[in-house]
């Protein structure tokens, strides 16, 4: 792969990336069905939902709904469960840590609540090591769009071409992609495997790169 030392700073994605999330969300999912009409969804509907923000997920799969009622029952699940169903992805950790023992800024860039957030760095023992942490609540613009990613950004001070975002979603190499960084798409999440996103054209979704494995991000940005 083309070294590029140019790059400042690696914005990550939270869900389907850093964290194993995947059973989490879809038990939440499930149990939200159950509770609403007394039996399971449809998961390949619930695993196209991977990557947006959950107020727009729900609205799609629960039309007519109260959608903060909904969430409430979704959360419900997640708080209850949190810890029991999530892991850190093998490698994550020990690329995080090398990211900035070799002087590079890093940033969580995420569609999930920002406690929640916290708490899963924290619970991987790997919340020092980032700078910092936007989610779904410190930007009126969310995933797919630029604005997540361009606040990050503008809080570490760094430019669009000095980086690299990485995700494991088109939504989140659609965002990268619209505010001119370079996208990074990791292979060994579900999310992955969505081939459309309203609104956006097809050219759009395409990362700049892809790895299935944490430490080949290294090879990227040149170090």
Not at 120 to 137: A, H, K, P, Q
Not at 138 to 155: F, I, N, Q, V, Y
Request: proline share 4%; with cysteine.
């Amino acid at each position: 792969m083309k070294e590029n030392k140019a790059k400042k700073a690696v914005l990550f994605d939270f869900d389907g990336t850093i964290a194993d999330t995947n059973q989490l969300i879809i038990n939440s999912w499930q149990y939200t069905f159950r509770k609403v009409f007394g039996q399971n969804g449809d998961e390949k509907e619930i695993i196209k939902t991977f990557g947006e923000p959950l107020t727009t997920s729900m609205k799609n799969l629960f039309p007519g709904r109260n959608t903060d009622e909904m969430i409430a029952i979704y959360r419900e699940y997640q708080y209850d469960n949190f810890d029991r169903d999530i892991d850190i992805f093998p490698g994550m950790r020990e690329l995080i840590m090398k990211l900035k023992t070799s002087g590079y800024k890093t940033a969580i860039v995420t569609s999930r609540l920002k406690h929640t957030t916290l708490h899963g760095l924290e619970l991987f023992g790997i919340r020092d090591y980032f700078d910092e942490v936007v989610t779904v609540e410190d930007c009126s613009e969310h995933k797919p769009m630029p604005g997540p990613a361009l606040t990050a950004l503008e809080k570490l001070d760094v430019k669009p071409e000095e980086s690299i975002m990485v995700g494991d979603s088109k939504f989140d190499v659609i965002c990268a992609n619209r505010a001119g960084i370079t996208s990074v798409l990791v292979d060994w999440a579900v999310a992955g495997e969505i081939s459309t996103v309203d609104g956006a054209d097809s050219d759009e979704g395409i990362a700049a790169y892809r790895i299935s494995k944490p430490m080949e991000l290294m090879e990227i940005i040149g170090k």
